[in-house]
């Protein structure tokens, strides 16, 4: 029986380390090369609450969506799981814009400055 409980923790974590990856045009968010990136919402898949993000950092052509590294794109439950993980990888939420025509709204990120020292 332990064994079974931890081959289970064991394939969980695995999965769940896994899962973690977040990719766009195949760069992993954190090795973005910008300081400012602007990220908005599309619907996510039909019939479903989730939504998928556009990220834009002035790099051209079409603006790609998160997705994992299989290249599938990632669902998320609202703009705050998105901006909670961009968190993590280093961005803060600077400014929220909305649209007027379509009532879409923007959100800009800035990369955390890593040079700062703390003091208090």
């Known amino acids: ?19 973690q990856a977040q990719f766009v ?9 910008a300081d ?15 939504i998928t993000v556009r990220v834009d950092w002035g790099q051209g052509g079409r603006t790609p969506q998160i997705t994992d590294d299989r290249r599938r794109i990632v669902s998320f439950n609202g703009m705050m799981d998105v901006i909670n993980m961009l968190s993590k990888e280093g961005f803060e939420l600077i400014q929220i814009v909305r649209d007027s025509k379509d009532e879409t709204e923007f959100f800009y990120l800035k990369r ?3 040079n700062k ?3 208090n």
């Open 36 to 50: 400012y990136i602007k990220i908005w919402s599309d619907s996510g898949p039909l019939l479903s609450s989730k």
């Open 117 to 119: 020292t703390n003091l």
């Open 25 to 33: 045009n195949e760069t992993p968010i954190n090795e973005i090369d």
């Open 112 to 114: 955390k400055d890593s």
């Open 1 to 19: 029986m332990k064994l079974k409980l931890f081959l289970l923790t064991i394939l969980s974590f695995g999965l769940f380390t896994f899962a």
